[in-house]
């Protein structure tokens, strides 16, 4: 079965530092990876997606994320972090299976952003 | 971008009574889902239907729980009866193709059974 864990379940940054969400998967096969973030008393909505290729993938306003299958990891960075990216950011795994899609989470980690 | 609605926002019920919860998907989208999520972090895999049926459903999908789309409307979920463990945020998503493609989600419906 898949599974998601995010280690940290709190993170808190400075304004203006670097930032590294971690995430690691368990999944037979290879993986479809999504990062999400939910704002306050809002839905999810989509950071960056992982499909078979290229490992590094861009994602809005400036993050990015690894796929590393020999780590099973799937970390998210952001280069300068900004007030407005205090939320909680959830990552996810799915199947390729067409008959199914379903999306198995992490726990989900808040970030918590300092001036 | 695309944008998936809900309705109602907040849902106030009593335990036994009867609970519909109403999504309005992306007008081209095939694959629908709904996932709960509790305390304000934990989401989880509640169902998902394409082409009128339940293509999967997890262990949370109780007897009590039902979807439907009649007529390419609004895509529902029904709690009949409501339990206070129901008592959670209900997110609806859906995509055009299923097996990992992206999943456009609402802004969900707080559910609270007293």
């Known amino acids: 079965a898949q599974s998601v864990t995010q280690p940290d379940a709190r993170v808190t940054v400075s304004e203006g530092a670097s930032l590294q969400l971690r995430c690691k998967y368990s999944y037979f096969g290879t993986p479809y990876l999504f990062w999400y973030v939910q704002y306050p008393r809002q839905g999810l909505q989509l950071l960056l997606k992982?499909?078979?290729?290229?490992?590094v993938v861009q994602g809005v306003n400036g993050f990015e994320a690894e796929f590393s299958k020999s780590n099973s990891s799937f970390h998210l960075r952001k280069a300068s972090v900004h007030w407005s990216d205090w939320a909680v950011y959830f990552c996810a795994v799915s199947t390729k299976n067409t008959n199914t899609g379903k999306l198995t989470f992490g726990d989900g980690t808040v970030l918590t952003v300092k001036p | 971008g695309p944008k998936v609605l809900q309705i109602p926002s907040h849902q106030i019920i009593d335990m036994g009574q009867m609970v519909t919860l109403n999504c309005d998907p992306v007008s081209n989208h095939l694959y629908f889902y709904w996932y709960k999520q509790i305390l304000g972090q934990q989401m989880e895999f509640l169902v998902n239907f394409y082409n009128g049926k339940v293509m999967e459903k997890s262990k949370l999908f109780k007897d009590q729980f039902s979807v439907e789309r009649p007529d390419g409307s609004y895509f529902t979920l029904k709690i009949q009866p409501t339990a206070l463990e129901d008592s959670a945020v209900y997110f609806c998503a859906s995509s055009l193709l299923g097996g990992g493609a992206e999943q456009f989600f609402g802004p969900g419906t707080r559910l609270t059974v007293l």
């Open positions: 992982y499909y078979p290729g290229d490992p």
